[in-house]
């Protein structure tokens, strides 16, 4: 049997008894693999093939860690699907040891520079826009035709102005604002706007009925609506102020406000900015299993060169963290760092529970349809891109950035609730990772988009920004490509280069985690 007749499988550590199959159209039964085994069925791109025989009840072993059990003999050469593994039970929180001794850091990583423009507070945003908030979902419309009569007439004026934005949210009303819970999409709603590539101009819009006051959003310490602060505050406009007649009167009292802040914007220049302002959101979805050995190892290698370089990095997606937070914990650089990280999984735990719910809802079927089995597979390549870097601090949904290096925030594995989240931490760059293709794209900070597998890169060549599934092909390494990545952050932080989202204005709407009750 001569070389070219065989077909290359990818196995992530030598203890693997399944690889992955990377042959774009998949392998036909009878077609033999690089270590002489013969398939005994069709295989499509991306699922495992046994590589020995595995029996019932063994484990399933994928990133060197065990992703299930058989539930019947497995030959080598057999197509291993979900069909045929039994998921095990998720990592016990309880026997998870804390770290005993600090984490050594990173060799600083010196010189590297982005434009940014610089914030009266100290931050750095990659965009500069005027955002426009409200207190309640029933302004949307008005928020979203102010903001297209405002870009049309209005923002060709401003140069130095990326965009205007409608931060347009489903809360405010008809909710329960002082139970414990609604203190998360509270608090994401007041630190969204402050997010860096705002440049602390966000106006809102209130209604005047509304339960969540428009000038608690005002307040940056994550408490419930404070009905005690006057409402007389220049950025703020209320649709019901007895001082308007008609739309178009509402309109132009929201659109002279907006100018007044566009004029401020208009000021802020590019400047150079050290990589330790970056503020990254890593998040991955639509993910296949490529996910885990080609795009999410990249960019936990940027991640990695981002917090050398002194900036932070945003790593989320509890029930994509969950089955591999045993992994996890003895990178936190303390005990407390670490119990902390624990106790985001309990609270999310009982959420799920309390919803009748399990962490086995994920993966999608998309998911399975590009080759993940279960959760613990999907979580233990979800969590390479955290990279290899200590975790300094863990967020809770909807809180702010407290400190530089890699964090873990909070958030569902949703990919526009932790993109919201994102935001509200303090994210001035977004890197998406995913292997079956989604739109996703959010217009107050550049998102550059990672395909997992060339086929997909190729097919949606003007919507994926950089194709990571050249790791699969052997064209470059994690380390080739996670620089490459690096280097492209620099420069779409700096302006240089348009991501495709921006380039095709594909942009999701904000989407809360509001786990409190509908009244």
Sequence with gaps: MSESDTHIVIKTTETDNVGIIVHSGGLKKGDRIKNGIQLRENIPMGHKVALQNIGEGEKIIRYGQPIGFANQLISAGEWVN??????????????????????????????????????????????????????????????????????????????????????????????????????????????ISTNPNFGGEVLIIGLGCEKLRPESLLLANGTTADTSVTPEISNIMMMQDDAFSGFSAMAEGIIQMAETRLKKLNRHKREICPASELVVGMQCGGSDAFSGITSNPAAGFAADLIVRAGGSVLFSEVTEVRDAVHLLVPRAINAEVGNALINEMKWYDDYLMLGQADRTANPAPGN????????????????????????????????????????????????????????????????????????????????????????????????????????????????????????????????????????????????????????
């Design 82 to 191: 979900s069909s045929k593994i039994t998921t095990p039970e998720p990592p016990d929180l309880k026997s998870i040891p804390l770290p005993e001794t600090s984490v050594p850091e990173l060799n600083p990583l010196e010189g590297y520079t982005f434009l940014g423009f610089r914030n009266q507070d100290g931050s750095v945003g990659t965009k500069n826009v005027l955002g426009i908030t409200t207190s309640v979902q029933c302004v949307a419309g008005f928020t979203q035709f102010v903001v297209k009569k405002i870009k049309q007439e209005i923002l060709p004026k401003y140069p130095n102005v990326d965009d205007v934005v409608a931060l347009n949210h489903s809360h405010g009303c008809g909710v329960a604002i002082n139970v414990p819970a609604a203190v998360i999409p509270i608090r994401t709603i007041q630190n």
């Design 368 to 519: 399975k349809t590009g080759g993940l089995s279960n959760i613990v597979e999907k979580a233990l390549g979800s969590v390479a891109k955290s990279g290899t870097s200590p975790i300094v601090d863990v967020l809770g949904p909807g809180e702010k950035i407290r400190r530089k290096g890699l964090i873990f925030a909070a958030t569902p594995a949703s990919d526009f609730i932790c993109g919201t989240l994102q935001l509200a931490a303090g994210m001035n760059m977004h890197v998406f990772m995913t292997g079956r293709g989604t739109p996703y794209g959010l217009p107050m900070v550049p998102v550059i988009k990672v395909g997992s597998n060339s086929k997909l890169s190729a097919r949606w060549f003007d919507i994926i920004d950089l194709d990571a599934g050249q790791i699969a092909t052997g064209e470059k390494t994690i380390e080739e490509m996670g620089w490459e990545l690096f280097k492209m952050i620099l420069e779409v932080a700096s302006g240089k280069k348009t991501v495709a989202c921006d380039k095709l204005g594909l942009h999701n709407d904000l989407v809360l985690f509001n786990p409190g009750p509908v009244t």
